[in-house]
């Protein structure tokens, strides 16, 4: 069964430092990974995805990268502003399980102070 | 024009009831899907639906029981609702093609307080 793992589970910084968060599946049969956002009392809002043939996806500030043979990804933020303090998860869409299926990590709660 | 829009935002009831969550999308997807995220922030899937076909069952109690009337509409029944229902559930969707996932929508989510 495809677990997913993030690390840290909180971070807090100042603004203006480039910043990494981590995710890890321990299952690397997957059809793609997707990094999502989710402010406080509002749903997810989709940053990047990542099909598993790709090695990395760019929006903006934002990179993701894939390494899926050893299970891990990371969303590197660049010049981080305090409007980027959110709740960030990983999901990843497992082949052998249904298309469309996605599972989550337990998310980073990301804190920019200025 | 909201993409993924669900009624209510909020839902406080008492143990026992029955009450219904409704969805919507307007951005012409093939599949639709209920989440429940529990008070640890964890979030897991509950169902899905492509072109009204129910395809992910999670091991979900028979007290639930989604509809899905069309493609663009995914509704969620609870009966006998109890203390643990209690979470925000979150109503998404998105394009299946046959070997990739596209990007999943998600709606701003219902929040059930079971008293």
């Known amino acids: 069964k495809q677990e997913v793992t993030q690390i840290p589970a909180a971070l807090s910084v100042p603004e203006g430092e480039n910043l990494v968060l981590n995710c890890s599946f321990t299952?690397?049969?997957?059809?793609?990974l997707q990094w999502f956002r989710q402010d406080p009392g509002k749903g997810l809002t989709s940053l990047l995805l990542?099909?598993?043939?790709?090695r990395e996806q760019t929006s903006g500030r934002l990179n993701a990268s894939l390494d899926k043979s050893s299970g891990r990804s990371t969303l590197y933020i660049a010049a981080s502003q305090p409007g980027d303090s959110a709740t960030y998860l990983c999901?990843?869409?497992?082949?052998?399980?249904?298309?469309?299926?996605?599972?989550f990590g337990r998310g980073t709660q990301l804190t920019v102070w200025p | 024009d909201t993409a993924v829009s669900q009624t209510p935002k909020y839902l406080v009831t008492q143990m026992g009831n029955d009450k219904s969550i409704k969805c919507e999308q307007n951005?012409?997807?093939?599949?639709m899907y209920w989440y429940k995220q529990d008070s640890k922030k964890f979030l897991k899937i509950m169902f899905s639906?492509?072109?009204?076909?129910?395809?992910i069952n999670e091991t979900v109690p028979n007290r639930f029981s989604p509809k899905s009337p069309d493609k663009a509409h995914l509704n969620l029944h609870i009966n006998s609702l109890e203390l643990g229902d209690s979470a925000v559930y979150f109503c998404?969707?998105?394009?299946?093609?046959?070997?990739?996932?596209?990007?999943?929508?998600f709606g701003p989510g219902t929040r059930l307080t079971v008293l």
């Open positions: 990542i099909q598993s043939s790709q």
């Open positions: 639906y492509n072109n009204k076909e129910l395809i």
């Open positions: 951005l012409g997807h093939d599949t």
């Open positions: 999901a990843v869409s497992a082949r052998g399980s249904t298309l469309g299926r996605l599972y």
């Open positions: 299952d690397s049969a997957i059809y793609n």
């Open positions: 998404a969707s998105s394009h299946t093609g046959t070997s990739t996932a596209d990007t999943q929508y």
